[in-house]
């Protein structure tokens, strides 16, 4: 792997603004971002995404190809929580065991963002289909993840709230947010699109690094979860998302040889969903420990991701690009 790739990935601006947070926090600083702010720069950042990737999308032909790299995201996305419930049932009850599953086979959209950033500095397209295949990665986790607490909890928690979850699911406000700009991007005249240019690509970098110091801030906030569950926890968070991420990069290449494509598929198996999952789980597990699976996600694999995972998808994608 080149090491020119991950000195230059930790030394992007935004990541290094994650670090700041990171800093931030351990110094106890009074540095604090509006929790309005960053709510609207999450919404902002999948706006943009999700309206760039249908402007591209309306502009490409529409091929057996995007087909089956939809279905191929469905299946990845409801195989990841399959396995991996499985492991963690060994270590953990039913209910944290299906949470964390769903959250490692879910997917998290500002992971999706910052690999845009990533490409971008790589001067490598991908396609607009990719947001739509983020967008729709987004559920099946979660309601395999129910399925299976359903099927071995005793108690059935679950019991009677599948339908509840999925239409949670998809109705959730990022699903929503991401789905809907990608629809207005794909309808919307590209000419009239071309007005709000400035506002959805050159301002871009700067939200995204303004969201990832907010990101760094919490995720030294989560750190000290981990005494709590010991080394077990940790080491799934670290093996899980890269173990993912590099057999979806390899078996990616049977639907698209786009290096951009593949890379976009690898991130998405790899990441770990800190938003949509959390929220479906207090309806669908109330006994699972938030404790547990946004600290794992947030805390050690978003960091993870972002900083020497993307270089090791990506270098996994070119040595095996046909």
Do not use: C
Request: hydrophobic residues 55%.
């Amino acid at each position: 792997m080149n090491i020119d790739l991950i000195v230059s990935n930790l030394t992007n601006p935004t990541l290094l603004f994650f670090g700041l947070g990171i800093i931030a926090t351990l110094v106890k600083s009074d540095l604090e971002i509006p929790s309005t702010t960053v709510k609207f720069i999450s919404l902002y950042l999948l706006f943009a995404i999700g309206f760039k990737g249908g402007q591209e999308l309306a502009h490409s032909t529409f091929s057996a190809e995007i087909l089956y790299s939809l279905l191929f995201g469905i299946v990845a996305a409801s195989l990841i929580p399959l396995y991996t419930f499985f492991v963690l049932k060994r270590k953990m009850s039913v209910s944290d065991a299906g949470a964390v599953a769903a959250t490692y086979g879910s997917v998290s959209a500002v992971t999706f963002v910052a690999a845009t950033s990533f490409l971008e500095t790589q001067s490598i397209p991908f396609g607009g289909h990719m947001v739509a295949v983020m967008a729709l990665m987004e559920s099946p986790a979660i309601i395999v993840g129910v399925i299976l607490m359903m099927k071995y909890d005793s108690e059935a928690e679950g019991k009677g709230k599948l339908k509840d979850i999925i239409q949670h699911s998809f109705t959730n406000g990022s699903v929503l947010m991401i789905l809907g700009s990608l629809l207005i991007g794909f309808f919307a005249d590209s000419k009239q699109a071309e007005g709000i240019k400035p506002f959805t690509t050159d301002i871009f970098k700067g939200f995204l690094a303004i969201f990832l110091l907010e990101m760094g801030m919490v995720t030294a906030k989560r750190f000290g979860a981990f005494t709590k569950y010991g080394w077990f926890v940790a080491a799934f968070a670290v093996v899980a998302p890269i173990l993912n991420g590099v057999v979806i990069a390899l078996a990616s290449g049977l639907v698209t040889q786009d290096v951009g494509n593949r890379f976009m598929f690898a991130i998405l198996a790899a990441s770990a969903s800190y938003i949509a999952v959390p929220a479906a789980m207090r309806l669908a597990a109330p006994k699972a420990d938030p404790g547990l699976y946004i600290p794992m996600a947030l805390g050690i694999t978003f960091p993870l991701n972002i900083t020497i995972g993307m270089p090791i998808y990506y270098a996994v994608v070119v040595a095996t690009k046909a």
